[in-house]
């Protein structure tokens, strides 16, 4: 039986994971206002058009947040009974869901960000360029929901700091390289450097999967 003083758990511990998970909330926001000021520098039309284009993919990802906080209620139950291996396991099965779903999303996204992009904004050249954006944008579908899952399982684990790190260390190049992509490529810019820093997000949390599971790495559709 676990006593009262051992079940205790101290403030220091609670904002220890806290702080860094809210670091990481708090980091995407952050970069979206640069790379808006940035691009409200190109003029009105390419900042209506980022705009429409950015609610999009909004809306796609953020409809999706199971992959995270219900990838951390699973791990977290497991890891609670002594089971960290099966825990990290939900991450893997977590990461395929991402994976399928989010290349299904940017394939949408290919075929149909034109007439989105339409309906969003009613106006044809901003649609145009919203749909530009879109198109590269698509790319970071999938690496963003593999990106909320490895959050999960992370947590799930109680890690928050790697989370923190692993954010850190792809917004900060990605926040880097948006007035240079702009000033490049334009509005499209602004996508390129999403991917980039999306991109390399994703590829740490990859190898932290790699490097913690120890298991099958077999899809269980179950």
């Given amino acids: 039986m676990v006593s009262s003083k051992d079940s205790q758990v101290s403030a220091r511990r609670v904002f220890g994971l806290a702080l860094p998970a809210l670091g990481v909330l708090a980091a995407m926001p952050l970069y979206l206002l640069l790379d808006t000021a940035v691009v409200g520098r190109l003029g009105a039309s390419q900042l209506a058009a980022l705009g429409a284009a950015a609610a999009v993919q909004s ?5 999706l947040t199971f992959l995270s ?4 209620a699973r791990s977290s139950r497991l890891f ?5 291996q099966g825990a990290i396991a939900e991450g893997v099965q977590a990461t395929y869901v991402a994976l399928i779903v989010g290349f299904g999303l940017a394939c949408i996204m290919w075929l149909f960000g ?3 992009a339409l309906w969003m904004t009613g106006n044809p050249e901003t649609a145009s360029l919203a749909a530009s954006w879109l198109h590269v944008a698509a ?3 999938p ?3 593999v990106e909320m899952a490895g959050n999960g399982w992370l947590r799930g684990v109680q890690d928050t700091k790697r989370p923190l790190y692993f954010t850190l260390a792809g917004l900060i190049p990605g926040a880097i390289a948006v007035p240079i992509f702009v000033h490049w490529w334009g509005l499209v810019g602004s996508a390129w450097a999403n991917v980039l820093g999306m991109g390399i997000i994703t590829l740490l949390f990859l ?3 790699k490097k913690q599971h120890t298991g ?3 899809l269980r559709p179950s």
């Fill in 114 to 116: 034109g007439q989105i």
């Fill in 143 to 145: 690496i963003t929901l």
């Fill in 80 to 84: 609670g009974s002594g089971d960290r």
């Fill in 69 to 72: 906080y219900g990838t951390t």
């Fill in 139 to 141: 790319l970071s579908i």
């Fill in 59 to 63: 809306v796609v990802t953020t409809q």
């Fill in 207 to 209: 190898l932290e999967l």
């Fill in 216 to 218: 099958s790495w077999r």
